[in-house]
């Protein structure tokens, strides 16, 4: 069964996903975007400038709920993960990855910014499509990102960076 796609109006379907932040701005339940603050408001940015130029949804990893749109309602919890050994737990309780395998069908374009061993859990279980992936990725993963045909940006500052953010309105407003 495939994920039913929104109805084409001509503009390119974009997938943004990053993780939780360990900053809550809401005490009580809140969407996923208005609870977080910290290093995910890079990549809310993105999102928002994205807007001008595709059809763009944004979901998020989170330690309790696992991967979820960013307009879903939560309620802040404890320990937000911050390991590769609490990446894998979430994946082991949540199956985050193969959410997102699920969902990231339906979109032109993945673009991907989270840690280093969060994306090692990411590739590990196959979660995200060749060739559509646009990743903000550690050094260390260029030649992995290179070899699944996606386009590779070096992490800068807390999630995106100014010139990434910048390279990835390009890449997805001249495809």
Request: net charge negative; proline share 6%; glycine share 6%.
């Amino acid at each position: 069964m495939e994920p039913i796609p929104a109805p084409d109006d001509g503009r390119r379907k974009v997938l943004v996903i990053t993780n939780d932040s360990s900053v809550f701005l809401k005490n009580g339940a809140a969407s996923a975007f208005e609870m977080f603050g910290g290093r995910l408001t890079e990549v809310k940015n993105l999102v928002a400038r994205l807007d001008d130029v595709c059809d763009v949804s944004f979901g998020i990893i989170t330690g309790r709920f696992g991967f979820v749109p960013a307009n879903y309602v939560i309620l802040p919890y404890k320990d937000v993960p911050d390991s590769r050994d609490d990446y894998r737990r979430v994946q082991d309780q949540k199956d985050y990855a193969g959410r997102i395998e699920y969902v990231s069908r339906g979109f032109d374009r993945i673009v991907v910014c989270v840690p280093k061993d969060m994306l090692d859990v990411l590739i590990e279980e196959c979660a995200l499509p060749m060739y559509r992936v646009i990743a903000v990725a550690a050094p260390e993963h260029e030649r992995t990102c290179r070899d699944m045909g996606w386009e590779y940006l070096p992490r800068v500052g807390a999630r995106v960076g100014r010139e990434n953010a910048d390279a990835i309105i390009r890449m997805i407003s001249d495809s």
